[in-house]
């Protein structure tokens, strides 16, 4: 199979081919990260529902537009038909930036990955994948998870207040994805490094974008430590996965290393994207559930005190807290065809990005959706793992944690709240929770 980053179009037209049947939005760019500094932007989503479900918007970046989607209907239809709403032609990301401004590996491997590959390709790697993530093996999972969450809040009970996403929040999801992985414990906290390192990278992006970003002795120290870490951290990817293809072991690594396309074992571009996609799609989105799950219980505190009467709600709730937060803001695909949808025409080769949490805000399916409701009877309907072949493979995973931090909370630090001072990553494709202050009386560790 070709590298996708060799053939990908990873921009698309200027301006659409057919002429926009909704109004044109002049004053929401939600290709700007900076339009998601304080979480995602609701109102502008409930804007577009409303006036422009299907809507023309432009990428100053590299002089591209897309179409965005923002209604639950026409959201579960592109991600549904993956042969007119192609992954594989242009990428999930809505811009890839100018040549110059890019970091060479990290867009080659975000593109050589599974999460961008068409039929036949994404399903052979995605049947690969499955018996890490089927209902037997999540709950065997359970028990270690379990024994993470107590060592995690051990640490944290003394305290009284702390900062959630440093002591759990940012914490769970790695080790949970090593246990998967079968990475070595004594290298776990590399992990942690790296995505400290990627998340800074992120900020930079978006200190640039404003004209804030002046290159001084600091910055260029911290620019030659990112590219250091990027490069140990593709290394090391790449070492343990040849070394689990000569001698593998009952773990994800394994598999990823003896997959095969078209008969003949990935590439070690596809290696690289293998390794990529599952350090950040392991992490962002169980990371920033539990931190914003934790806000929603303290500003809906009628919820959470039904949660602690009766425990049997915990996997509604915890799909109503997923449907709320909608960690992962969109994907994008292309157009192989010329299709309506919505009442729009769209051409082939146009870019279509479909908004998850506006979709999982529609009140059309969703009655009152801006309120937390953990006996919401259809909650479990969201899109927030996507929807259709590319729905997400962790979905299992990232529920069970969920549960299982929250079975924790309630009986270990029953009065945790969030203390306001919510810090959030410019960033308009994860909703990027930096830090979320808690308070709680304090508590002893687990005899």
Not at 231 to 237: I, Q, R, V
Request: aromatic fraction near 8%; proline fraction near 7%; include cysteine.
């Amino acid at each position: 199979m070709q590298l996708i980053s060799q053939t990908a179009v990873t921009s698309g037209p200027a301006t659409p081919r057919h002429a926009p049947v909704y109004p044109v939005p002049t004053d929401i760019a939600l290709e700007n990260p900076l339009t998601f500094q304080d979480g995602p932007p609701y109102d502008a989503f409930a804007h577009l529902r409303r006036t422009s479900p299907v809507a023309w918007l432009n990428t100053p970046s590299d002089n591209s537009g897309f179409w965005a989607l923002t209604r639950f209907d026409d959201v579960s239809r592109a991600n549904a038909d993956p042969e007119t709403f192609s992954s594989q032609r242009g990428g999930i990301l809505l811009s890839a930036g100018a040549p110059e401004a890019r970091h060479p590996l990290l867009f080659r491997a975000s593109l050589d990955a599974m999460i961008n590959m068409d039929q036949p390709w994404h399903l052979n790697l995605r049947r690969e994948h499955m018996p890490f993530f089927t209902p037997a093996y999540v709950n065997r999972l359970k028990a270690r998870v379990g024994h993470e969450i107590t060592a995690l809040i051990d640490a944290m009970a003394p305290l009284g207040a702390c900062d959630l996403v440093e002591q759990v929040s940012s914490r769970l999801p790695l080790f949970t994805l090593c246990e998967i992985l079968g990475v070595p414990v004594e290298d776990r906290p590399k992990f942690l490094k790296w995505m400290h390192y990627l998340e800074l990278a992120g900020n930079l992006a978006a200190d640039r974008s404003k004209g804030e970003l002046a290159l001084t002795p600091e910055l260029m120290m911290f620019i030659q430590a990112f590219n250091e870490n990027v490069e140990a951290m593709f290394e090391y990817g790449r070492d343990i996965l040849h070394k689990r293809r000569q001698d593998p072991q009952p773990d994800l690594l394994s598999a990823i290393a003896r997959a095969q396309l078209d008969g003949a074992f990935l590439a070690d571009e596809y290696l690289d994207g293998s390794w990529l996609l599952i350090v950040f799609a392991g992490n962002d989105t169980t990371r920033n559930t539990i931190s914003g799950s934790v806000k929603l219980m303290t500003e809906f505190p009628d919820q959470k005190a039904r949660l602690a009467a009766d425990r049997s709600l915990l996997p509604n709730a915890v799909n109503e807290f997923i449907r709320m937060v909608s960690p992962v803001i969109y994907m994008r695909r292309t157009a192989t065809k010329d299709v309506e949808i919505g009442g729009q025409r769209i051409a082939e080769g146009e870019k279509v990005a479909m908004y998850y949490g506006a979709a999982n805000r529609d009140p059309s399916v969703f009655a009152d959706p801006d309120r937390l409701d953990i006996g919401r009877e259809n909650a479990d309907k969201h899109l927030a793992f996507g929807f259709g072949p590319h729905v997400c493979i962790g979905k299992r995973v990232a529920q069970m944690q969920l549960e299982a931090v929250w079975e924790q909370f309630l009986t270990r630090l029953p009065d945790l709240e969030y203390a306001g001072g919510i810090d959030v990553a410019p960033n308009n494709f994860v909703y990027a929770i930096r830090k979320l202050p808690v308070t709680f009386t304090p508590a002893q560790k687990v005899a």
